[in-house]
């Protein structure tokens, strides 16, 4: 967790500041003689700083102290009347800009952020969370200033969306943005971006040096040309999962130590097979099948680029994993702005293609990156929306596929699942729902056991349906009604009602929500005796009590229970 270290010297700051340590666990005053003692005992014993002081005066006490931005801890400072929080040091590399942010959100200040390509919203090269190198601030200003980029990726990883003078057909004497894992040389208008490819499968004897293994594995790269920043993880046998050379190997490269049991390792087709190793574990092989396997769970898709080497007591392989398309199924909610979630939002600015139904796209162009191509239809095409989606991260894209409320109910992330098989990498990304919104509008009527339930029998037989409005029924739930009525479905609802009415009192609330959380929102209560049905439509969610769901000063409450209480 991230350390940080709060710096006031006035009444006001440290009042602000103890706003902040009361958000914060991870977030404490740094008391000193001095403000510039505690500034740089701050500076010195924490990742990050949020300094209630004037600019200038932190800039002066910590120009000494300054090294290299990637390990110097973000500094953010705030004015005396927290009307500001400004991103001063370590703005991409250590955070300092997702902190000023943060800061802001809870002081109501305004985050400051001076990063140009944070200012131009382009995707800075150091914030694509892959190693990169070379002739950075080179390539920075080209993209900035709109000059042409070239390109070159040795396969199709799923980069976030790039402005279109970044394209793989620029002019030969243009900036390059190279992708691979490969030593390259490096010139002044190169940067290289270090993708995860490599696995490295590592085997050893008991006792294994970490200085050996770490040696050998340095070597084994240097002599294939592979950059060490593209190891994405160390693999091996579940035997040599306690093995504290490898172990240690891995956390020195900052990358997580993966094994497999023997039996899988033994089902690998491998170059060198080895008996004697056969004998000793289990399997013929474990540097080059651990290698090609990469990690559980993964179906790999891998080659040897180098095969087994051995030292005394260590054995090293290392195989090139292609690269697994990524789809981001993102709920955006049930409409405003505020209510969706900032991961939401981070996976669209993520993304290099945004699949989705044309409304809900239109509700979040203003957050898309340049250069982000939109595949957006009508109603009724859910299914081909999916396949579009599946289809472009099978191409190796990163993809956002986006519903509204959340993805996974009544939304898209079962149909796109139904097709996206393990050669893709999924997240599912929650947002909250229309009958969370209207919930909270009605009062708090989800206070018990509740069910969802969709009246709409375009996919589902009314027999279905029916069957399951009576169970919820006969099992005393209350019932949030999806798809309620519409112009060609306007009986459903009276039924659904009526069989409702069957196990309930006629008193019974029933809320009615339409537009929840967007214009035009409308909230309207009832009973089952009383509902008008006329004021239902597709763009409402009905809420219907249990016997239990009573009116509490015109709201919807269903007592939760607590035996404590009786």
């Known amino acids: 967790m991230t350390r940080i270290g709060l710096v006031a010297a006035t009444a006001a700051g440290r009042r602000h500041a103890r706003t902040l340590a ?40 910590l120009a000494p102290l300054l090294g290299d931005k990637r390990t110097d801890p973000a500094v953010v400072v705030v004015d005396e009347a927290a009307r500001h929080a400004v991103a001063l040091l370590g703005g991409h590399a250590g955070g300092a800009n997702a902190l000023a942010a943060d800061v802001g959100a809870l002081l109501d200040a305004r985050p400051v952020v001076t990063t140009a390509t944070d200012a131009a919203d382009l995707p800075g090269l150091d914030t694509l969370g892959w190693p990169v190198e070379g002739a950075v601030a080179a390539v920075t200003r080209a993209l900035l200033d709109g000059e042409p980029v070239r390109l070159v990726a040795d396969a199709a990883w799923p980069l976030p969306a790039l402005p279109p003078h970044v394209r793989a057909d620029a002019p030969a004497d243009a900036h390059r943005l190279l992708v691979t894992d490969r030593l390259v040389p ?26 050996q293994v770490r040696d050998l594995l340095d070597r084994v790269l240097a002599a294939a040309g592979l950059s060490p920043a593209s190891v994405r993880c160390l693999a091996s046998a579940d035997i040599k999962a306690d093995e504290a050379g490898i172990r240690a190997t891995a956390d020195a490269l900052g990358v997580p ?18 008996e004697v190793v056969r004998a000793a574990v289990g399997t013929p092989s474990v540097a080059e099948a651990a290698a090609l396997l990469g990690e559980p769970g993964r179906r790999p898709d891998a080659a040897l680029v180098a095969p087994k080497t051995a030292s005394a007591m260590a054995t090293v392989a290392v195989a090139r994993h292609a690269p697994r398309g990524r789809l ?34 239109d509700q979040v162009r203003d957050v898309l990156r340049p250069g982000t191509r939109i595949l957006a239809s009508g109603l009724g095409a859910e299914e081909e929306r999916a396949r579009a989606a599946v289809a472009e991260a099978a191409a190796g894209h990163a993809v956002a596929l986006v519903g509204s409320g959340d993805a996974g109910v009544y939304a898209m992330a079962s149909p796109a699942l139904e097709h996206a098989d393990d050669r893709i990498d999924v997240v599912g990304v929650p947002g909250v729902t229309a009958a969370l919104a209207a919930s909270a509008l009605l009062g ?26 009576a169970a919820a029924a006969e099992g005393d ?14 009986w459903q609802l009276a039924a659904a009602l009526k069989t409702f009415a069957a196990h309930r009192p006629p008193d019974t609330p029933v809320g009615v929500v339409r537009n929840a959380s967007r214009p035009g929102e409308r909230v309207h209560l009832a009973t089952l005796a009383t509902l008008d049905a006329a004021v239902v439509d597709m763009y409402s969610v009905v809420v219907v009590g249990s016997s239990r769901t009573r009116l509490v000063a015109g709201r919807m409450v269903t007592p939760r229970g607590y035996r404590w209480r009786a």
Request: aromatic share 6%; glycine share 8%.
């Open 328 to 361: 981001a199924i993102v709920g955006l909610g049930p409409g405003a702005a505020d209510l969706r979630t900032p991961r939401a939002l981070a996976e669209l600015r993520r993304a290099a293609v945004v699949v989705g139904l044309d409304q809900y796209v």
């Open 477 to 490: 739930f209350v019932a949030l009604l999806y798809n309620p009525r519409s112009r060609a479905r306007d």
């Open 186 to 211: 490096l010139d002044g208008r190169t940067a290289v971006l270090r993708p995860p490819s490599l696995v490295v499968g590592v085997g050893g004897s008991r006792g294994v040096p970490a200085g």
């Open 22 to 61: 009361a958000a914060w666990p991870h977030a404490h005053l740094v008391e000193a003689d001095t403000a510039a003692d505690a500034l740089r005992a701050a500076f010195t014993g924490h990742d990050a700083v949020v300094a209630f002081l004037a600019t200038g005066a932190v800039v002066r006490i």
């Open 257 to 274: 130590l993966v094994t497999h049991p023997a039996a899988d390792l033994a089902a690998v087709d491998v170059p060198h097979p080895s």
């Open 444 to 469: 708090a009527p989800l206070g018990h056991d509740h069910a969802y339930l969709s009246l709409s029998d375009l996919h589902t037989p009314w027999e279905v349906i029916e069957r399951r409005v």
